[in-house]
């Protein structure tokens, strides 16, 4: 069954506009934790944030903001702002607590246009 | 957050030949090692879990056989492709795992096999 849902592909935005990427999950666990990666064209994956179920708070970081949502079992990642530099695939990401697997949504492809 | 390295970034061999594929975690030792598969355009898949010192877990579907891995020592974990052929071609990242669950990425290493 899939963890994890990517419902957007591809997204594709001038600079500047907002962008927002939808994950959903799917999980018996009570503790479990939800990360967000970015994947540029060089293929290697840059951790973004992690979150553990207990902790609800929505998180701000310079452009990068999350929304963490129980009731909907979603963890939402806005880009503010989107710059060029921002164009890559985004993986959405479940860890369960008990044995710590990453199970990864099917990304979304980022397209940021000057 | 923590080093992880692999080694080599980028291979290519003729098909049926064995290719061995390192990754250390260079700052911390790892209680976990995990190795996933991304072919073009998809998403990343788990392969298999490897602890030290004993025998990796592998997922459905993947091939013991076929991807041996060896996880001698806290900080090193090899994966060998045997008798690679062309539906092998794909990019191997590893991950290092610590006992927060917590999971530090490799560069990746892409393999194409002729």
């Known amino acids: 069954a899939q963890k994890v849902t990517q419902a957007q592909t591809e997204i594709s935005v001038v600079e500047k506009e907002d962008v927002t990427l939808d994950c959903v999950y799917e999980t018996r666990d009570t503790t479990y934790y939800l990360f967000w990666y970015k994947q540029p064209p060089s293929g290697e994956l840059v951790f973004l944030i992690r979150?553990?179920?207990?902790?609800?708070q929505n998180e701000i970081s310079g452009r990068y903001s999350w929304n963490f949502q129980k009731s909907t079992s979603s963890f939402n990642f806005t880009i503010t702002a989107s710059q060029v530099v921002d164009s890559a695939v985004y993986f959405c990401a479940l860890s369960e607590s008990h044995d710590y697997k990453l199970s990864f949504g099917a990304g979304t492809t980022v397209t940021v246009r000057a | 957050g923590a080093v992880v390295s692999q080694h080599p970034s980028r291979v290519i061999c003729k098909s049926g030949t064995s290719v061995k594929i390192e990754c250390r975690s260079l700052d911390f030792q790892a209680t976990t090692m995990f190795w996933y598969r991304q072919f073009p355009k998809q998403s990343l898949m788990l392969m298999a879990t490897s602890n030290e010192g004993s025998k990796a877990t592998y997922e459905q579907g993947v091939e013991k056989d076929k991807f041996l891995i060896n996880h001698a020592s806290l900080t090193l974990s090899t994966l060998t492709v045997t008798s690679a052929h062309p539906e092998d071609s794909s990019f191997y990242i590893c991950s290092a795992g610590n006992l927060a669950g917590e999971q530090f990425f490799g560069p990746g290493t892409r393999l194409t096999v002729l």
């Open positions: 979150r553990n179920s207990f902790d609800e």
